[in-house]
C-alpha cells in the first residue's frame, strides 16, 4: 500500500446453483488465496453465494436461510484478516427481498449495499424476485447475525489508515443505467468503485462490456473492478463466462479470459486518482456522504503491474505507428495555421542531420502539402562548424535534396572565430562558451535568412531537451514557431522511423533510416578521428530514463522516491539502481535550474498529454529550489 498501490482482485469461484454450503467453501478458499497473495481489497460476483441463475428459488425460505447462513460462515473465516471483502448475496430487509453487496472485513459486516437497477427485459426479470434499493438515500440499518450495520446505495467506505483509500459499490445493471450510482459515490469520494456482476455471454458483449468499465474508470477518475458470475451457473438458457477487468483512469490493468475461475490480481494506484480529481476542476466533490469506516494497516505491496519503461511509446506496433501519423498530422496542421496566418513567403529550418531537425523538416513537409505550395517555399540551412562530421552533413544536405527544398550551405566558422576573438575566447578552450558561440551564431543566420526572404524560422528542439534545459538560451532555444516542443525524445525517434517505413521512396527511406541510427549529439565539439566525439546522453544521461522520470514525475506529480521505485521496475535487467539514481539526480537538478528557458518558449503546438509551455500545462517560478526533490533521493541513498 505503500506509494499509494492498492493490491486488489476480482474472484470467479466455481459455483453450483442453489448449494450454498458448497459456494461458500469456494468462497473461502479463494479469501485464502488472495490473502496469501497481499490482496487488500477482494471483490466476488453478484449473488455469488446462491448463484444468480436461482430463479423463483429466490421465494424459498429455506435457500434464503442458507445464504444467510453461508454468508456468516464467510464473514467468521474473514476473521484476522483486514481485507476488505465484497459478496453478492440475496437478503430481506423490511419483508423484502434485495439483491445486496455485503462488504466485510475482519469478521464484521462493515455494510451491505443493495442494486438499485433491476434489469426486467429480454433474458432477465429480477423484478419478478427482486426489489430495487430504496430510491431515497436514508441512513438505514440491516441485522446480520445479530449485529447492525449500513444498509444503501449511499455508502462509501473509508479507511481510518490511508485517506486517499475510499470504497464504494455497485451491482451489475447499475453500471449499464443512464446514471449509475457510482457516479454520485465517485462525486462522494469513493477512489475504487466495485462492481459484482452476472453478465451472460453474447457476441460483442465483452467488447461493449470492456469500454463500460474502462470508460467509467476514465469519466470518474477512479479504480474499478469488475467481477461476474461464470462456471456452475445454470446454462438452461444462457452461458457466463466470468470475465474478470480492474481498470484505472481508462486503463485496463488486467483481465480474464472468458470462462476461467479463479482470481485477476493487480494493483490499483489511488495516488494517482487523487491527483487527477485535484487537477480536474469540473470534478466536483459532495459535500455530504454516508462513511463507514474501516482500518488497514498500510504495508508494503509488492508490484505485479506492467510499468512501460517507455511511455510515450505504445508497446503494440499498429498503435505505435497510429500515434506517429497522429502527431505529425497535428504538427503540420499547427504549423500550417501558423505560415497562413502571417503570410510568409518562405520557411526556414536549420538542418543538422540529426533527428530533432529531420522530424522538424518532415512537419515542414507535411504543411505544405497541406497548403499546396511546393517544397521549395522551404529554405533549409545547414551551418557546419567545428563540430559537424561528414555523416551528419551528407544526410542533411542528401534529405534536403531528396525533399527539393531550398538548400543553402553556410559555413559558419569564421564567423565563430571572429566571435571569439571579439570577446576574447580561446579557441583551444572547448567550454560551455566555445560551444554557446556556436548555436547562437546559427540561430542568428536563421533569423537573418528569415527576414532577408520574408520567412519564419521553425525552431527543432523537443520536449526531452525543454525538460533538461538542454538548449542555448538565445540559441537553438529560439524560433518563431516550435514543431516539436512537445514531442519527447524518445517519440521523435519512432516518428522519423515511422516516416522511413511509409514514405515510399528507398532513397528517403535510407537517409532517414541512417539519421535514425546517428547518435543524438549537438556537435559543438570537434570530432575525434572523423566521428562524434560529444554524445548527448554520455552527458546528460539515456532520454529513455529522462523521459520516464519526466512522465511520472511531473505528468504524474509522484515523489522522487516513488518514481525511483517505478523506474527500478520498468527498467529491470537495462539500467542498474544506481545508474537511474544518478540520472534522477541529474534530471531534477536540471529541471528546476532550466525552468527559465521554458518560461519564454515559442508558440507550439501540444500535441500529447505532457507539454512544458508556460502558457499551457505547465506553469512553475523560475527561481524555484529543488533542495526537498533531491533531499528525498539523498535519503534512498542513505537507505542503500
Request: a negative charge; charged letters at 25%; hydrophobic letters at 40%.
Amino acid at each position: 500500500m505503500f506509494d499509494g498501490f492498492i493490491k486488489v482482485a476480482a474472484a470467479t469461484p466455481k459455483i453450483r446453483v442453489a448449494d450454498c454450503e458448497y459456494n461458500a467453501d469456494a468462497i473461502i478458499a479463494l479469501m485464502n488465496e488472495a490473502e496469501a497473495c497481499g490482496v487488500n481489497i477482494l471483490v466476488f460476483p453478484e449473488l455469488c453465494v446462491t448463484g444468480y441463475t436461482c430463479h423463483d428459488l429466490f421465494y424459498q425460505k429455506t435457500l434464503l436461510d442458507g445464504a444467510k447462513a453461508a454468508l456468516l460462515r464467510i464473514v467468521k473465516a474473514s476473521e484476522g484478516s483486514d481485507m476488505l471483502v465484497t459478496v453478492g448475496c440475496p437478503l430481506v430487509f423490511n419483508n423484502k427481498l434485495y439483491n445486496c453487496a455485503a462488504v466485510l472485513q475482519n469478521g464484521d459486516v462493515l455494510g451491505v449495499v443493495p442494486k438499485k437497477f433491476l434489469p426486467n427485459y429480454n433474458e432477465f426479470y429480477e423484478m419478478r424476485q427482486f426489489t430495487a434499493a430504496p430510491a431515497e438515500d436514508g441512513f438505514y440499518t440491516i441485522d446480520i447475525g445479530g449485529a447492525l450495520c449500513a444498509f444503501g446505495t449511499n455508502i462509501v467506505f473509508s479507511c481510518e489508515d490511508i485517506p486517499e483509500l475510499q470504497f464504494a459499490v455497485e451491482i451489475c445493471e447499475d453500471l449499464w443505467a443512464p446514471e449509475p450510482p457510482s457516479i454520485k459515490l465517485a462525486l462522494d469520494g469513493a477512489t475504487i468503485i466495485a462492481n459484482l456482476s452476472a453478465s451472460n455471454e453474447t457476441i460483442g458483449k465483452d467488447m461493449y462490456r470492456r469500454e463500460l468499465v474502462s470508460g467509467q474508470s476514465a469519466r470518474l477518475l477512479c479504480g474499478y473492478i469488475y467481477a461476474s458470475a461464470g462456471d456452475g451457473e445454470s446454462t438452461q438458457d444462457l452461458v457466463f463466462g466470468g470475465k474478470r477487468m480492474i481498470a484505472e483512469n481508462g486503463a485496463v490493468l488486467a483481465e480474464s479470459e472468458l470462462f476461467t475461475t479463479g482470481l485477476t490480481i493487480n494493483e490499483i494506484d489511488i495516488h494517482k486518482m487523487a491527483l487527477e480529481r485535484r487537477r480536474n476542476t469540473s470534478f466536483q466533490v459532495n459535500a455530504e456522504v454516508r462513511e463507514v469506516w474501516f482500518g488497514m494497516k498500510p504495508r508494503e505491496t509488492a508490484l505485479t503491474r506492467k510499468f512501460e519503461p517507455r511511455p510515450f511509446v505504445p508497446s503494440q506496433e499498429g498503435e505505435k505507428a497510429k500515434r506517429c501519423r497522429d502527431i505529425l498530422t497535428m504538427q503540420a496542421h499547427g504549423l500550417s495555421k501558423r505560415i497562413e496566418h502571417t503570410n510568409c513567403k518562405t520557411i526556414v529550418v536549420g538542418i543538422s542531420g540529426g533527428l530533432d531537425s529531420c522530424l522538424a523538416l518532415l512537419v515542414c513537409v507535411e504543411a505544405m502539402k497541406l497548403l499546396n505550395r511546393p517544397n521549395s517555399d522551404i529554405i533549409t540551412i545547414t551551418m557546419p562548424c567545428f563540430g559537424t562530421t561528414k555523416r551528419t552533413k551528407s544526410n542533411a544536405e542528401k534529405l534536403c535534396n531528396i525533399l527539393g527544398t531550398d538548400l543553402r550551405v553556410i559555413d559558419i566558422s569564421d564567423s565563430v572565430w571572429q566571435h571569439f576573438k571579439d570577446i576574447g575566447q580561446d579557441e583551444s578552450i572547448h567550454d560551455v562558451t566555445y560551444e554557446n558561440c556556436q548555436a547562437r551564431e546559427r540561430t542568428q543566420v536563421l533569423m537573418d535568412v528569415a527576414n532577408k526572404d520574408g520567412g519564419m524560422v521553425i525552431g527543432t528542439g523537443d520536449l526531452s531537451e525543454l525538460a533538461l534545459g538542454w538548449a542555448t538560451y538565445n540559441g537553438d532555444h529560439m524560433s518563431m514557431y516550435g514543431v516539436n516542443s512537445s514531442v519527447p525524445k524518445t517519440l521523435v525517434r519512432h516518428i522519423v522511423y515511422f516516416y522511413a517505413q511509409t514514405c515510399g521512396s528507398e532513397e528517403l527511406k535510407s537517409v532517414l533510416l541512417d539519421i535514425f541510427n546517428t547518435p543524438v549529439s549537438p556537435e559543438l565539439i570537434p570530432p575525434k578521428d572523423g566521428e562524434i566525439s560529444q554524445i548527448t546522453e554520455d552527458l546528460v544521461g539515456p532520454y529513455e530514463l529522462h523521459d520516464f522520470f519526466l512522465y511520472n514525475g511531473i505528468r504524474w506529480a509522484f515523489p522522487p522516491k516513488k518514481v525511483f521505485r517505478l523506474a527500478k521496475a520498468a527498467f529491470a535487467g537495462e539500467f542498474d539502481d544506481q545508474i537511474i539514481l544518478k540520472w534522477m539526480k541529474t534530471f531534477y537538478r536540471r529541471f528546476f535550474s532550466q525552468q527559465f528557458k521554458r518560461s519564454c518558449l515559442p508558440d507550439g503546438v501540444k500535441v500529447g498529454s505532457v507539454t512544458l509551455s508556460p502558457r499551457g500545462d505547465w506553469r512553475m517560478p523560475s527561481d524555484a529550489q529543488a533542495a526537498l526533490w533531491l533531499k528525498e533521493l539523498d535519503e534512498i541513498t542513505d537507505n542503500e
